[in-house]
């Protein structure tokens, strides 16, 4: 499954992370601030593409081999070749030190926003990419360097099966009424009542994609990008921390975090030994099969927003995965192009994933049901601000896309720590803002 939990989390947990790469010129068929436009007709179209993909899974298994022939069958004169990479992260930002890093890749976290012309090929104007999500995360001077392979939405993945056992029925509408029902599951059942999944580390970032759900505000994000103590009274951060850091304090999670396991705890979940996680909706299809597995049912799984409401609604923010983006140096754009969008509209991958899709105008996905049928209001999180937002949070070393800082806020609520969750969070605040008069907004 690892192949499958980087694709859905990768792009939040890496956002942060820079690093400078040589600048490529432009060559070998590439030139800077060349289009790569959407062919006219799909039958002129001819070359091979390389596609750069993470999921080894679906390489090994024919998955993506069999969505190429589907893509042939309007485009027969493209070849596409899939390079799967295990380190996709860490291989990728290697080869781009060269100009031989695929037709067809996605944006690795590693590379500044503002160095997206340097390396990609643009796709056109903020304008002509309206009809997809989270066009503004790879925007650079108005021009467009990447496509979503899908959107997530977060909250929280359940056992419907031990909430009703503890006698909750009802998604909770406050973080009171949230630690309520995780308190009556450890009285009633014998379930743990929250994961933190610490050891892994990764799916704690997954509470930072919750930026907006508290104001269903879709600038949440960019509203980091100055001197705001993010983490002060009322804000999204810390409605958000101090749940987790509640949830632990008051021994509502596991016994022993430094012992967590994130392949169990699929099982665990499925199985009814764990009650409640905090992850995207892309994990609910691997949580029903894991159900499955263990003599469960996958419909025991259920997915429930951040328990926050305003105006009498839920909220849920959409986040983008990894953006799908063409080689500077590609000698086929506009096969590459056709790839994409080919890919992104028609492919049904989305579909088939149990995620959103980036159009716009498609429905949401049948893991969302409970979500659509009980009015929850998606948003998408804009991103127009990520490279300063990245920048401060950088210059802070405090990692609101790494796992470091939960990990001791876990430990200060369990008392492996000193402190209190006050001055956890003035020192945030404090190193925030001060690293924000040196990056500026």
């Known amino acids: 499954m690892g192949n499958k939990k980087t694709t859905a989390f990768s792009s939040a947990v890496l956002a942060a992370v820079m690093l ?39 390489v090994q298994n024919g998955t993506l081999q069999k969505y190429a022939a589907e893509f042939n069958k309007i485009y027969p004169k493209v070849k596409v070749k899939f390079d799967g990479i ?12 060269t100009k031989a890093y695929g ?16 390396f990609f090929a643009p796709l056109g104007t903020t304008a002509e990419l309206s009809k997809y999500r989270f066009s503004d995360k790879t925007e650079v001077d108005g021009k467009v360097y990447g496509i979503a392979q899908f959107g997530t939405a977060n909250g929280f993945v359940y056992n419907k099966k031990v909430w009703k056992q503890a006698g909750v029925t009802e998604w909770p509408k406050t973080p009171e009424e949230f630690l309520a029902a995780l308190k009556a599951i450890k009285e ?39 001197a705001v103590s993010p983490w002060k009274a009322g804000s999204e951060l810390n409605a958000g921390d101090t749940l987790l850091y509640d949830i632990v304090k008051q021994g509502l999670s596991e016994k022993d975090p430094t012992t967590t396991n994130w392949e169990s705890s699929k099982a665990l979940l499925g199985g009814g030994q764990i009650a409640t996680m ?40 959409l986040v983008s995965d990894y953006q799908q983006a063409v080689s500077i140096h590609s000698e086929n754009k506009p096969a590459a192009r056709a790839w994409i969008d080919w890919f992104t509209e028609k492919s049904g991958f989305a579909e088939t994933e149990g995620v959103v899709s980036a159009v ?44 470091d800082y939960r990990q001791k806020l876990i430990d200060t609520a369990r008392g492996a720590a000193k402190g209190s969750l006050e001055d956890f969070f003035a020192d945030l605040n404090k190193r925030w803002d001060e690293a924000a008069k040196t990056v500026g907004s």
């Open 86 to 97: 295990t380190d996709y992260e860490g291989e990728v930002k290697i080869r781009m030190n």
């Open 20 to 58: 400078t790469l040589s600048a490529c010129g432009g060559g070998g068929g590439g030139a800077t601030g060349e289009v790569a436009a959407p062919p006219s007709d799909p039958k002129e179209v001819s070359g091979e593409i390389r596609v750069l993909t993470q999921r080894t899974d679906l």
């Open 103 to 118: 037709d067809v890749l996605f944006i690795p976290g590693a590379v500044a926003k503002n160095d997206y012309p340097k």
């Open 360 to 403: 716009k105008s498609a429905p949401m996905p049948a893991t969302l049901k409970d979500f659509t049928d009980n009015d929850v209001t998606f948003f998408d999180r804009s991103e127009a601000k990520t490279a300063t937002v990245n920048d401060i949070d950088e210059a802070a070393e405090i990692g609101l896309n790494k796992q």
């Open 278 to 317: 905090m992850l995207g909706s892309w994990s609910i299809t691997q949580m029903q099969d894991a159900a499955e597995d263990v003599n469960g049912s996958a419909q025991d799984i259920g997915f429930m927003p951040f328990p926050v409401q305003k105006n009498g609604k839920h909220c849920a923010a």
């Open 188 to 226: 009633k059942t014998e379930a743990t009542p929250y994961y933190t999944n610490f050891k892994d580390g990764w799916p704690l970032v997954q509470w930072t994609n919750n930026l907006g759900v508290v104001g269903c505000d879709a600038q949440a994000g960019n509203a980091l990008a100055g």
